[in-house]
Antibody
Framework: QITLKESGPTLVEPTQTLTLTCTLS??????????VGWIRQPPGKAPEWLAL???????RYSPSLKTRLTITKDTSKNQVVLRMTNMDPADTATYYC???????????WGQGTLVTVSS | DIQMTQSPSSVSASVGDRVTITCRASQTISNYLHWYQQRPGKAPKLLIYGASTLESGVPSRFSGSGSGTDFTLIINSLQPEDFATYFCHQSFTAPNTFGQGTRLEIK
């Protein structure tokens, strides 16, 4: 059974850097074709795609947030980490990680983690 | 970026009705289109992936169709638990993009 679980701070102060971790279960970052990304959803708004990393370390970023985002993977821990710098109250949202495997378009989402940006 | 135009933004319907939600991509996305249902305070739930493949455990009253730029989600015989918000999502290319959502309300 494939699951993803997000972890990280629930409250971040403006200008700080947010670090979120996605822990995968039931599939491996070492497997060809695996991709894991991050999506966020501000309260009452549509989801917004942020970044994606593949098993071969290929990376993609949202053009509008690219200068603030870094996505990395730790294959030994089967985790994907997202860093977002210079946090602002407008970045308050539920952050989800999403996974895909080779040969299928099925999407696997975590339960999400709410991050509030406030002083 | 590929723009996803979803319509309607909201719809009122009754239990037993049939509802159609559409999503149009600004350029072709083959069948890399997925539909989600979201209830308040919950994570989006995958209903349909690859434009027409029903996710395991999702009732058969949900169906998806389309390819290229035009896609449709149909909900037959609405049930009380179907009143929620629905989003489309393209994964054809990065950045992935989402529709703005359709809020399905009880008439």
């Amino acid at each position: 059974q494939i699951t993803l679980k997000e972890s990280g701070p629930t409250l971040v102060e403006p200008t700080q850097t947010l670090t979120l971790t996605c822990t995968l279960s039931g599939f491996s970052l070492r497997t060809s074709g695996v991709g894991v990304g991050w999506i966020r959803q501000p309260p009452g708004k549509a989801p917004e795609w942020l970044a994606l990393i593949y098993w071969d370390d290929d990376k993609r970023y949202s053009p509008s947030l690219k200068t603030r985002l870094t996505i990395t993977k730790d294959t030994s821990k089967n985790q994907v980490v997202l860093r977002m710098t210079n946090m602002d109250p407008a970045d308050t949202a539920t952050y989800y990680c999403e996974g895909t495997v080779a040969g299928s378009q099925k999407r696997y989402w975590g339960q999400g983690t709410l991050v509030t940006v406030s002083s | 970026d590929i723009q996803m135009t979803q319509s309607p933004s909201s719809v009122s319907a009754s239990v037993g009705d049939r509802v159609t939600i559409t999503c149009r991509a600004s350029q072709t996305i083959s069948n890399y289109l997925h539909w989600y249902q979201q209830r308040p305070g919950k994570a989006p739930k995958l209903l349909i992936y690859g434009a027409s493949t029903l996710e395991s455990g999702v009732p058969s009253r949900f169906s998806g169709s389309g390819s290229g730029t035009d896609f449709t989600l149909i909900i037959n015989s609405l049930q009380p638990e179907d009143f929620a918000t629905y989003f489309c999502h393209q994964s054809f290319t990065a950045p992935n993009t989402f529709g703005q959502g359709t809020r399905l309300e009880i008439k």
